[in-house]
């Protein structure tokens, strides 16, 4: 039986963990960014790992097999990290990464490469904007003006905004809610980055029914040479794979 780490703080992770935890030795890996995370299948470590040596070292201690990085399409440094950790050890490494979303007919998207370029753009865009982008990354907002901004964010905080407003809220959303939040702020343009998912993203469904334009932020590109699957079932698969190998003389 393989012990396997899985890079988490997604929906993704928490997935693959149930599906797992039953029949391997799991631990899930968390980066602590979320005072109270949403209780996991298996053993749950929380807190980083001191680089890509901290995190190989952390592998070769605890004996483990494989990894799956689970993490968000965002967190390219842990992925990185990974990368280096599992080729140094000579443990195996699967990245599960969501699929991008793709735009359909009504969609209006504005691609930008960066949080810095949205900013920039944002004011020749709308005076009231939804930022749906968690809340590592504000500061980059910190210096627009003329846009009253509607934060949305797991805790309340102070933020060093000029003009905004926060609604806490932790998803999965539903598309009526989203489209009564716009509604109700009278928000002219939405901003959110290119996580992607199989589930329809109920803010892009809600900006596409009020006719918003949508200022997204384009992921970083996913690593390359690490095999890579998009759905969860696919990570299952992988493991059962793996499973077989060691269980063959
Ligand atoms: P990041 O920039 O790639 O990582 C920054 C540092 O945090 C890493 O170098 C590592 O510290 C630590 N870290 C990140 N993920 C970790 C994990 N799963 N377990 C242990 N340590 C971890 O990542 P991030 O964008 O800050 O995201 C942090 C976590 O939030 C990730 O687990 C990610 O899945 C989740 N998340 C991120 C976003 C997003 O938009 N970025 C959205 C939803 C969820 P050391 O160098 O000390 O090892």
Excluded: N
């Amino acid at each position: 039986m393989p012990r396997l780490l899985i890079l988490g703080g997604t929906s993704e992770a928490g997935q693959l963990a149930r599906q797992l935890a039953p029949a391997h030795e799991v631990v899930s890996s968390l980066a602590g960014r979320t005072a109270a995370p949403a209780a996991l299948a298996g053993a749950v470590r929380i807190g980083g790992f001191g680089g890509a040596a901290g995190l190989e070292a952390y592998l070769r201690e605890g004996a483990f097999d494989a990894v799956i990085d689970a993490t968000h399409p965002f967190a390219a440094r842990i992925s990185a990290a990974a990368a280096t950790a599992c080729a140094a050890a000579g443990i195996r490494l699967l990245a599960l990464r969501r699929p991008s979303w793709s735009p359909v007919a009504g969609d209006h998207w504005i691609m930008v490469p960066s949080m810095a370029e949205a900013a920039r753009l944002l004011p020749s865009l709308g005076r009231r904007a939804f930022l749906a982008i968690g809340r590592q990354e504000l500061a980059a907002f910190g210096a627009v003006s003329g846009v009253w901004l509607l934060v949305r964010l797991l805790a309340p905080e102070t933020l060093a905004l000029p003009e905004y407003h926060i609604v806490l809220g932790r998803g999965p959303f539903r598309v009526e809610d989203e489209t009564a939040l716009l509604v109700e702020h009278r928000i002219d343009v939405v901003v959110t980055k290119e996580s992607g998912g199989t589930a329809t993203s109920a803010k892009l469904a809600a900006a596409r029914a009020l006719s918003l334009p949508v200022l997204m932020i384009r992921r970083p590109p996913g690593l390359v040479g690490v095999e890579t699957v998009t759905e969860v079932a696919a990570a299952v698969e992988w493991v059962g794979a793996l499973s077989g190998t060691m269980e063959s003389p």
